[in-house]
């Protein structure tokens, strides 16, 4: 709160002259820090505001060394102009660190530098300096690390003195000797390079710390065993193109017990002559003469990692050449003469990775053993593969063959590991429906220029789920475009494979030169409306039969139910006018029997009783009989017992009866007892017609008859179940599937089972006498039969 309000008065403060007067100062004050950093010199851009302090002022054509620059500075920047030299006034610049005079015409330092305490980094590279002597302020340089002297034309290095410099640049300077001497004042130095110049003979030269030595582009001719003992420390050696040099003879090689890296590419090397160098890891002697690789000739090298001995004439590997390199990783042997490996050549090098054998002359490729994830076998001139040549590779991940003369590519080619196969500029002509099959790893596959013109079926490609490149440009297509179609979508359905633009048509003539995409895009998209078209069609097609199907199963099911409820009701009421009919008659019956018997305590009359013979229509309808003709017998006998008594009764003593009985019957049985009935039915008849007809009461006569007529049917029945038309039931029965049926039986009156169709006359027609019973109020019973007499 209080500050605020301290803020707020300040603001409506009245201005004092004294506030006016420190204000001009500290304008003026920020005024002259402009006008300081204004003085920049002529032609130079300043930037002292970063780190380091910069001053540039390279390429502007200065004569002169400038004045006035600020003492400030870090970095002064003066290569690229005319400076003939550098006045005494740079003893001012206390703080330089770095000072680029690079492409000058300087042919000498002031002879005092002692105030550039500072100074790291001096570059006096391509000017005039011919004599160390002429620079030989340097040694007032307490902190220089890195001189650069290149391209001056010094002879000498002999009197450079430095305590401090680590690396020298002498470079293409003109620098014909190394001397005892050459090196004596530069204690600390560890890097050396002496490239380009006429460096004809290195002499016993010493220099303590030296790691670091570039010889290369020198005339170096021949060295001896010894040149590099005074370079105890000595790790990187650069030889590369001295045109004439040597170092190796038959007696004797280069030695240096620390040096692990070599470089003698295009030099003069008639052998590799690395026996001297046991702590070599790294060796390039490309592009030498070595011809003849002798046996175990790297057994001494056990550390090296990297050789290169491409571009020399290395006509024959053997068995034992690379032996003992067991740290080998990479192995070029590119641009040689080899016709003909050892499958065992690199079978020793355990560790190696890459094996390149490109530019060679060889004709066929041996199944190598190797550990190899990379073999480069391209520009030979293989025209066949063993279809066993990965097969000790157990490691390998990329083969490139390009540039062979295969003309078919070994199918059932086996390899768990192997990404990428590289089969450019070959004459495939086609690719076996195998030749993927079993590289189930494979991620890339370049097969353009070859001469592949059919259409490959993706098929081919079926168990290389994680191939994502297919190159197939530059190969002559015959662009058939309905069996081109598959290819063309397996390769271009994104993630695309291969670059569309890629495929061209080679024929037919008329569309040579398109892309397939162009040429077929008619045809294609034809057969795609047209598939389309067709599939809707048969979709639509498909939809309307289960409509029309759906639709005339349900009217049918509805029909027949309709059907069914008709049948049922012209039933029912047939068996109610059959009811009728019966109540008259056992009314007037009752009516008659009344004057004779008493009869009172039954207070209905029995539905039994009620029924007379059924129609026709009921009789079809009627469960089979299929009961023996001895139970008819029994049934005649007790008929009148039935008539009094209660039909529950009977009916389950029948039941008791045959259950027993006709467990045990056979088909035989039933077909004996037909026979038996037809005999007996025919006496029956002729004996009906005697006596019986008066004796019997009505009921019962209707039964016999009822009786008979099921007789005959069921014969009828048997005969088919003789033929084998009819439905044969040999299936046992058990007792509850007989109840099942039974319940089913009483309760719906339409069952058809012949077993228990003896009871199925009483228990059918009584249930549906019951059920019409049931729908009329028991006290309208007679009244309802006046009413149909009346
Ligand atoms: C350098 O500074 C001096 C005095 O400070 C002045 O006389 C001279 O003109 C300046 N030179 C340049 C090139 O600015
Ligand atoms: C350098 O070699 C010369 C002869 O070439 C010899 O006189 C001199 O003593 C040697 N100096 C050293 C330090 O070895
Ligand atoms: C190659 O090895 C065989 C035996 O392994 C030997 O007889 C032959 O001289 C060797 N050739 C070369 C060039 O070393
Ligand atoms: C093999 O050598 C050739 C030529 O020397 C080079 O172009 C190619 O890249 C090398 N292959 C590998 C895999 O390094
Ligand atoms: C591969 O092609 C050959 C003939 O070219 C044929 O017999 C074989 O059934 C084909 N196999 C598969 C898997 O398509
Ligand atoms: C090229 O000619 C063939 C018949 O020779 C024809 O079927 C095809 O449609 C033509 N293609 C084009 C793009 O004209």
Avoid at 126 to 150: C, E, G, M, W
Avoid at 261 to 272: E, F, I
Avoid at 421 to 446: H, S, Y
Wanted: proline share 5%; net charge positive; with cysteine.
């Amino acid at each position: 709160m209080r500050s605020r309000t301290i803020a707020e008065n300040m603001k409506y403060r009245i201005m004092t002259p004294r506030d006016l007067l420190s204000l001009l100062a500290t304008y003026l004050g920020i005024f002259s820090i402009a006008l300081c950093q204004s003085t920049c010199p002529i032609r130079c851009l300043c930037y002292l505001s970063q780190l380091p302090r910069t001053i540039m002022c390279s390429k502007q054509g200065l004569e002169v060394f400038p004045e006035n620059i600020s003492d400030v500075v870090q970095e002064l920047n003066l290569s690229n102009n005319l400076l003939t030299n550098i006045t005494d006034d740079i003893n001012r610049l206390l703080d330089l660190r770095i000072l680029k005079l690079a492409r000058n015409k300087l042919t000498s330092l002031p002879e005092d530098l002692s105030s550039l305490k500072s100074l790291r980094t001096l570059d006096l590279t391509a000017n005039n300096i011919k004599h160390i002597v002429d620079i030989r302020s340097i040694v007032q340089l307490p902190s220089l690390t890195v001189l650069y002297l290149s391209k001056n034309p010094l002879s000498k290095l002999e009197g450079l003195m430095s305590a401090s410099t680590r690396a020298l640049d002498a470079s293409h300077c003109e620098i014909r000797e190394l001397t005892n001497t050459s090196l004596d004042d530069l204690p600390e130095l560890t890097m050396l390079t002496l490239m380009g110049n006429p460096l004809k003979d290195i002499n016993k030269t010493w220099s303590p710390k030296l790691q670091w030595l570039d010889m290369s582009d020198c005339l170096l001719n021949y060295l001896r065993p010894d040149t590099f003992n005074g370079f105890p420390a000595l790790e990187e050696l650069r030889l590369s193109n001295n045109p004439t040099l040597v170092y190796s003879t038959r007696n004797s090689t280069l030695t240096h017990s620390k040096l692990k890296t070599l470089d003698v590419s295009r030099c003069n090397l008639d052998r590799p002559g690395l026996h001297g160098l046991p702590s070599l890891t790294q060796a390039r002697l490309s592009r030498n003469i070595i011809h003849m690789l002798p046996d175990r000739i790297f057994a001494k090298n056990r550390e090296l990692g990297f050789l290169y001995l491409n571009g020399n004439g290395i006509e024959k590997l053997n068995m034992s050449t690379f032996e003992g390199l067991v740290k080998l990783q990479v192995l070029d042997l590119s641009a040689n003469y080899l016709e003909v490996i050892h499958p065992l050549t690199f079978h020793e090098n355990v560790e190696l990775k890459v094996l390149n054998l490109s530019y060679n002359v060889l004709y066929e490729l041996p199944s190598l053993t190797s550990t190899v994830t990379t073999l480069d076998a391209s520009s030979n001139l293989i025209s066949d593969l063993d279809e066993n040549f990965l097969a000790n590779m157990p490691k390998i991940r990329s083969v490139i063959l390009s540039n062979n003369q295969l003309q078919r590519f070994p199918s059932k080619l086996k390899s768990t590991s192997l990404k990428n196969l590289d089969l450019r500029r070959n004459r495939l002509v086609e690719v076996c429906n195998d030749t993927f099959l079993q590289l189930p790893q494979l991620l890339k596959i370049d097969l353009s220029g070859n001469r592949l013109t059919e259409a490959i079926n993706p098929e081919i490609f079926r168990n290389n789920p994680d191939l994502n490149i297919i190159k197939l440009e530059d190969n002559p297509w015959r662009c058939d475009c309905i069996d081109l179609y598959l290819m063309y979508s397996f390769l271009t359905e994104p993630p695309a494979k291969t670059v569309d633009q890629s495929l061209l048509c080679q024929n037919p003539s008329n569309v040579s030169g398109y892309t397939w995409h162009t040429a077929c895009f008619d045809i294609w998209n034809k057969s795609l409306y047209y598939n389309k078209d067709r599939t809707w069609g048969f979709v639509m097609i498909v939809l309307l039969t289960i409509v029309v199907l759906f639709g005339s199963f349900i009217s049918i099911r509805h029909m027949m139910r309709i059907k069914r409820r008709a049948i049922e009701q012209r039933q029912q009421l047939e068996t109610l006018r059959l009811l009728r009919q019966r109540r008259n008659q056992v009314a007037q019956q009752q009516q008659q029997q009344q004057e004779h018997i008493e009869h009172a305590p039954e207070p209905r009359i029995h539905p039994l009783e009620l029924i007379g013979p059924p129609s026709y229509e009921e009789a079809i309808q009627m469960p089979r009989l299929a009961q023996s003709l001895d139970n008819l017998d029994e049934i005649s006998e007790t008929t009148s017992v039935r008539v009094m008594g209660s039909a529950d009764n009977i009916r389950y003593k029948y039941r008791r009866t045959r259950r027993t009985k006709k467990r045990i019957q056979s088909e035989d049985d039933l077909f004996r007892r037909e026979e038996r009935r037809h005999e007996r039915l025919r006496r029956e008849r002729n004996s009906s017609t005697g006596n019986s007809e008066i004796i019997l009461p009505q009921s019962q006569r209707n039964s016999r008859a009822n009786m008979a007529r099921r007789a005959r049917r069921n014969s009828a029945i048997s005969d088919s179940i003789e033929t084998g038309s009819g439905r044969v039931r040999v299936k046992p029965q058990t007792p509850s599937s007989r109840k099942r049926r039974q319940r089913y039986t009483v309760y719906d009156g339409h069952s058809t089972d012949d077993e228990d169709s003896d009871v199925q006359p009483v228990g059918s027609s009584r249930s549906i006498v019951i059920r019409e019973l049931r729908r009329e109020p028991k006290s309208a019973y007679r009244e309802s039969v006046v009413e149909q007499d009346s």
